[in-house]
């Protein structure tokens, strides 16, 4: 069994700042990718960051300048640094990664529970 927690959601002003961590627990044997999707209400999952294991990032265009990933793979946990909040950046927040339990050869894809972020004065 696998799974993901998210933690650091909350209330925050315009021009606040969040840090967002989601931790991997369970039969892991590796993780690939892990991401950052964001979910507004009446609106679509969308992708916000990424980082390889190699600790490569990948960030929506919306969010790059104010938003940084990164990740600790002792600790399988990523992190959400998010800086100048805006109000279009109020939504779940929801941690997903690509991971390969021990024991199998198949790389399955995991989800967090969401925790919810809101930008507001």
């Known amino acids: 069994q696998v799974q993901l927690v998210e933690s650091g959601g909350g209330l925050v002003q315009p021009g606040g700042s969040l840090r967002l961590s989601c931790s991997a627990s369970g039969s892991i044997f590796s993780i690939n990718v892990m991401d950052w999707y964001r979910q507004a209400p009446g609106k679509q999952r969308e992708f916000v960051a990424g980082?390889?294991?190699?600790?490569?990032?990948n960030y929506r265009d919306s969010v790059k300048g104010r938003f940084t990933i990164s990740r600790d793979n002792a600790r399988n946990t990523v992190y959400l640094q998010m800086n100048s909040l805006k109000p279009e950046d109020t939504a779940v927040y929801f941690c997903h990664a690509e991971i390969l339990r021990s024991g199998t050869w198949r790389i399955n894809d995991y989800w967090g529970q969401g925790t919810q972020v809101t930008v507001s004065s």
């Open positions: 980082i390889t294991s190699g600790g490569n990032p």
